[in-house]
């Protein structure tokens, strides 16, 4: 069983490898989202279908009455449009805004976040020092990277813990994540490495997946079929290879027969260098998302420094 307290056992996402989220009863206390958007959205109905907790112990802020009015109809959760109204309510809070809104968000909640309240972020690329910096002392913060498929309960999320947050904190952010998915737990430098490989990954194989059916096409299948076909083999490539947890070198192996096809192909994608694009593609995505974690880190230095105005001497 992977937990919180071991971070270099191997991730599952096998039900059966540990107590099912479901058999479990739902957490104690009120959690609450600010932002009701794309992430959020997933997160509830992971959250609700697991049953981690109650729509009635939930509430969401979103600046847009409309979208309030329609998370409230369709998950029966509280909403609000001011922050505060949740903050003041939460001892989970989840920050599920867009980056670029949240250092403005966490001033806004700072002074009126519960004392022992548990501060979840999801926002990508944004370091638990900036988060630290605009949160009250103290404040337990988790941060983590979600990615896109967590939209469809099929999400692979790192989670990192921040100065104050304790072991139950992250058997708590790994419960919710769960819900939507496979967790792993590491440490915050390794969340740049995370964001190259599994947080850009759906863009790569989405590029893959265009290409396999722009390849269908042009062999003379309709664009439908070889769509559906280019999809769906990734889809059942990757279950076969978690749920046998065989080596992905042996899987390759039982489809390639001597002299056949799939030799011919592999050839042609070893000739093409794509084991080294795909490495150099992680690599220059984990160096970019290392650059704008760095740059909102020297942001937040600036604007201490500008606060604790010039220096004498
Ligand atoms: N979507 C993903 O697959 C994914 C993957 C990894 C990480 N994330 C992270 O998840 C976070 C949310 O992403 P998302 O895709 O869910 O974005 P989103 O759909 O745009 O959701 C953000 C929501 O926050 C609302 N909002 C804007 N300003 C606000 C404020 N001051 N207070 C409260 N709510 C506010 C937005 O309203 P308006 O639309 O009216 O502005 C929107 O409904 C981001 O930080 C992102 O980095 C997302």
């Known amino acids: ?27 104690p206390g009120t959690l609450g989202f600010l932002g ?51 903050v003041r309510k939460a001892n989970l809070v989840v920050l599920s805004v867009k980056p670029q809104v949240l250092v403005n968000v966490c001033g806004e909640i700072a002074a009126h976040l519960k004392p022992r309240a548990l501060v979840i972020s999801v926002a990508a690329g944004v370091p638990l020092a900036v988060l630290q910096a605009h949160l009250p002392k103290g404040t337990r913060i988790v941060r983590v990277m979600p990615n896109t498929p967590a939209l469809v309960g099929a999400g692979a999320t790192a989670i990192a813990a921040g100065a104050n947050a304790t072991p139950e904190d992250l058997v708590t952010t790994e419960r919710i994540f769960k819900s939507v998915g496979m967790t792993v737990v590491l440490e915050e430098e390794q969340l740049d490495a995370v964001t190259g490989l599994s947080g850009s990954g759906p863009a790569y194989l989405f590029l893959v997946i265009e290409a396999l059916s722009d390849a269908g096409v042009k062999m003379g299948l309709s664009r439908y079929n070889a769509l559906a076909l280019a999809a769906h083999t990734v889809l059942g490539s990757a279950k076969l290879l978690i749920e046998t947890g065989e080596h992905p070198g042996h899987l390759k192996d039982m489809v390639t027969s001597p002299g056949g096809t799939a030799i011919a192909g592999l050839h ?32 937040v230095r600036h604007r201490s420094a500008a606060k604790d105005g010039p220096s004498q001497g």
């Not at 937990?3 to 989220?21: G, L, N, V």
Request: proline fraction near 5%; hydrophobic fraction near 40%.
């Open 1 to 27: 069983m992977t937990t919180a307290h071991d971070k270099s056992a191997p991730a599952t996402d096998d039900p059966s490898a540990e107590a099912s989220p479901a058999a479990a009863a739902p957490l």
């Open 36 to 86: 009701t958007g794309n992430m959020a959205e997933a997160l509830l109905k992971g959250i609700l279908r697991a049953g981690v907790f109650r729509a009635e112990s939930i509430w969401g802020s979103d600046p847009r009455r409309s979208r309030c009015d329609v998370m409230k109809e369709r998950y029966g959760i509280g909403v609000t449009t001011h922050n505060l109204d949740v």
């Open 268 to 299: 042609t994608l070893e000739a093409g260098g794509l084991r080294t694009t795909l490495m150099n593609a992680v690599e220059a995505a984990t160096k970019r998302s290392r650059e704008l974690g760095e740059q909102a880190l020297s942001n």
